[in-house]
Nanobody
Framework: QVQLVESGGGLVQPGGSLKLSCVVS????????VDWYRQVLGDQRELIAS???????NYADPVKGRFTISREFAKNTVYLQMEGLKPEDTAVYFC?????WGQGTSVTVSS
């Protein structure tokens, strides 16, 4: 059974930073792509960042240059470092791996 647990969300002012974590259990993150998505209430879930088995990464245009996805094999964890946060980044952030999803962590960017 694969489980994903996100954490690190919260309230931050515009221009601030947050680092989200996605702890995976049940399968090594070495053997698949891990994605970060976000969802605003009433909207579709949006893919924003991915890290593949070979370590290559992809970012959606709205977050390119501000967000960084990384991983730590020893902790079987994938991170999303978010810089220069904007109000439009407010959403629930989810990680996904081999068809499994976490419960999400909420990020609110507001002054």
């Amino acid at each position: 059974q694969v489980q994903l647990v996100e954490s690190g969300g919260g309230l931050v002012q515009p221009g601030g930073s947050l680092k989200l974590s996605c702890v995976v259990s049940g399968r090594s993150i070495r053997f698949g792509t891990v994605d970060w998505y976000r969802q605003v209430l009433g909207d579709q879930r949006e893919l924003i960042a991915s890290i593949r088995m070979d370590g290559s990464t992809n970012y959606a245009d709205p977050v390119k240059g501000r967000f960084t996805i990384s991983r730590e094999f020893a902790k079987n964890t994938v991170y999303l470092q978010m810089e220069g946060l904007k109000p439009e980044d407010t959403a629930v952030y989810f990680c996904s791996f081999v068809g499994y999803w976490g419960q999400g962590t909420s990020v609110t960017v507001s002054s």
